[in-house]
């Protein structure tokens, strides 16, 4: 049980353009859905937190305007990176919450932009 | 005071013996403590957690030390295999709606043969 699905794996595109990552829980109602980047060697890093519904949480530092988010249904989130740049490349990780059960971790995006 | 401090950032074993990863942390809110498994190109997988009210648990060969008044708590992977090989992160959240979690540097197992 507890499973979730990130979709795509691996996605390369050209800079300037827009990618959307799918995040789904297969098997329960993800009322909380997170979103993490983490580079090469290193921690996850807390994008943003997003509850369904409602408008996304971003951590300090993370554009909201680059990085859009959208929770519209119990079962999936969305991470959109508009107008990516190189510096966006990165490894992107979803997970999903049901009430206060534990995060469940998607497998990842790995998002490289040329 | 948000962050979760882990060492060692690597660790090599030899099979059958016992690894063991630390963590501190500072804020005293914190009150759920999990461990994660990552292997490469995959996304963490829950391990094992742990409350500040019990001061162990144990789950197969995955046992989590837990010392409030330190502030640390630790994993110990006993009988190491090389299927252990992976990296771990230990994490730290508090209760609530969002729960959110901060995660330590991440410590790369090697377990040898």
Redesign the interface.
């Given at each position: 049980g507890a499973v979730?699905s990130?979709h795509p794996s691996w996605v390369i595109c050209k800079s300037g353009t827009s990618v959307k990552i799918e995040c789904r829980s297969l098997d329960f109602q993800a009322t909380?859905m997170?979103w993490y980047r983490q580079f090469p060697?290193?921690?996850?890093m807390?994008m943003a937190?997003s509850?369904e519904g409602s408008k996304a949480?971003y951590e300090q530092g993370v554009e909201k305007d680059k990085f859009l988010i959208n929770h519209a249904s119990l079962t999936l989130s969305t991470l959109t990176v508009t107008s990516a740049h190189p510096e966006d490349s990165s490894f992107y990780?979803c997970?999903a919450?049901a009430g206060?059960q534990?995060?469940?971790?998607?497998?990842?995006t790995?998002l490289s932009i040329l | 005071q948000q962050q979760v401090k882990q060492s060692p950032q690597s660790l090599i074993v030899q099979k059958g013996g016992i690894s063991i990863i630390n963590c501190a942390y500072e804020n005293t809110a914190f009150d759920y403590f999990p461990w994660y498994q990552q292997f490469p190109g995959k996304g963490p997988a829950l391990l094992i957690a742990i409350r500040p009210d019990v001061s162990e648990k144990k789950e197969g060969r995955f046992t989590i030390s837990f010392n409030k008044s330190a502030k640390q708590f630790s994993l110990h992977i006993m009988d190491s295999q090389p299927g252990d090989s992976a990296t771990y992160f230990c994490a730290a959240g508090t209760s609530g709606s969002a729960r959110q979690l901060t995660f330590g540097s991440g410590t790369q197992l090697t377990v040898l043969p």
């Open positions: 979730v990130q909380t997170f060697k290193q921690s996850l807390l937190t509850n949480t990780i997970s919450r206060f534990p995060q469940h971790f998607g497998d990842g790995r | -």
